[in-house]
Each structure stands twice: as C-alpha cells, then as structure tokens.
T-cell receptor, first 115, second 114 residues
Framework: SAVISQKPSRDICQRGTSLTIQCQVD?????MFWYRQQPGQSLTLIAT?????????ESGFVIDKFPISRPNLTFSTLTVSNMSPEDSSIYLC????????????FGPGTRLTVL | AQSVTQPDIHITVSEGASLELRCNYS??????LFWYVQSPGQGLQLLLK??????LVQGIKGFEAEFKRSQSSFNLRKPSVHWSDAAEYFC????????????FGKGTKLSVIP
C-alpha cells in the first residue's frame, strides 16, 4: 500500500495570507486528489491533480483560490490562497493506482486554522 | 450526480454489543462502495470495499458490510464492538466511470461505553 506524508501537519495562519501544503507518496501513483474536510463535516473533493497539466477542479473550487501543482508521479502541492476563517479545515491528499485494487489511500491531513 | 446518506450522526454502543451503521446511496448503476474509518487526529483508513460479486464483504478489524441493490444500501456491521472502534465512519461511493473520485457521506460518529 502507498504511504503518504503531508507537510505541514497543522498550521495557524493569518487572514489574507497563503499556505502551501505538500503531499509526498513513497511510490509512483496514477492519480492524486485533494479533499477538504470542514469542521464536523465530511470530505469534499477539491480537485484532481494531473501530472504535467492543469488540475481538474470540482464545482465550487477555482484555481485562483486553490492552485495545485503536480510535477511528477509522487508529489503534489495545494495552495490555499488569500485565506479567510472559512478556509479553516483539514486538507487531505489521496492517491489511487490500479495495481492497488482500486483503493484510494489517504494522507494524514493538514489541519489549517485561519485567524 | 451520486450522493451518499448516512442517517445516523452519532451512535453510542456498549462494548461487546453489536453494531450496524447505515449507508444509502443514490446512483443509477452499481457503484463502487467503500467504508472508511477516521480516528481522532488520524487520516482515513479503508475498512472494506464492494465492486461486484458476493454482496457480503469482509473487511479489516472484524467489520463486514452487505450490499443490497433493492434498498440502495451498504450497511456496515460488527458483531462485537471494542472500545478501540470509537471513531468516525464514512461511507463513500465511486461512480466507477473511471474518475475514481469519491463522494462521501457526512459520517457517523461512534462512541463506545465500557
């Protein structure tokens, strides 16, 4: 199974600033995703991180607010831009590869608090 | 678009008692179905999954789930709950259209009393 690490594990940020979250996988994976889990809520898919091309965003999420990079098959970043308190959430990356039986593996998450 | 409903927000059971967590989905075809568990401060761990075949699937930690097409349900069960099972449980569906994007239910928080 894939082992996923995320940095930072948590952060407290000021309104109007930006934070970049890193997701590192210990093996090459086909697909990487970013999810948001707002306090007391379920997970919502933000976007699919595509290697070598622009990310594919879900309804309600835009590139200017959540720019994503995926320079190779083991690494991706999500930036939360111009943050407001409403962005306080846990951000999780997940990975999928067909050889792992259609299972998605999730990272431990980044807990973001915006003051 | 697919959706997932977990009607129970919070369930409390006694240690050793049986458990059933409900999950209903909305999707035109047979989806891929998953149950994940999230312990406090932890990421998500897959308990079990259903793609096709036998409608009763076994997972880790003694959990099982049964897919019932007629009821659009995929309920999670465990015959005897342990205190360490206290966590949040999420049901998820993948449309199976090649996107591998999961839609999650709102989750059920399980508390276990000694």
């Amino acid at each position: 199974s894939a082992v996923i690490s995320q940095k930072p594990s948590r952060d407290i940020c000021q309104r109007g600033t930006s934070l970049t979250i890193q997701c590192q996988v210990d093996s090459q994976v086909t697909m990487m995703f970013w999810y948001r889990q707002q306090p007391g809520q379920s997970l919502t898919l933000i976007a699919t991180a595509n290697q070598g091309s622009e990310a594919t965003y879900e309804s309600g999420f835009v590139i200017d607010k959540f720019p994503i990079s995926r320079p190779n098959l083991t690494f991706s970043t999500l930036t939360v831009s111009n943050m407001s308190p409403e962005d306080s959430s846990i951000y999780l990356c997940s990975v999928y590869t067909p050889s792992e039986g259609n299972e998605q593996f999730f990272g431990p998450g980044t807990r973001l608090t915006v003051l | 678009a697919q959706s997932v409903t977990q009607p129970d927000i919070h369930i409390t059971v006694s240690e050793g008692a049986s458990l059933e967590l409900r999950c209903n989905y909305s999707y035109g075809a047979t989806p891929y179905l998953f149950w994940y568990v999230q312990s406090p401060g932890q990421g998500l761990q897959l308990l079990l999954k259903y793609f096709s075949g036998d409608t009763l699937v076994q997972g880790i930690k003694g959990f099982e789930a049964e897919f019932k097409r007629s009821q659009s349900s995929f309920n999670l069960r465990k015959p005897s709950v342990h205190w360490s099972d206290a966590a949040e449980y999420f049901c998820a569906v993948d449309s199976g259209a090649g996107s591998y994007q999961l839609t999650f239910g709102k989750g059920t928080k399980l508390s276990v009393i000694p």
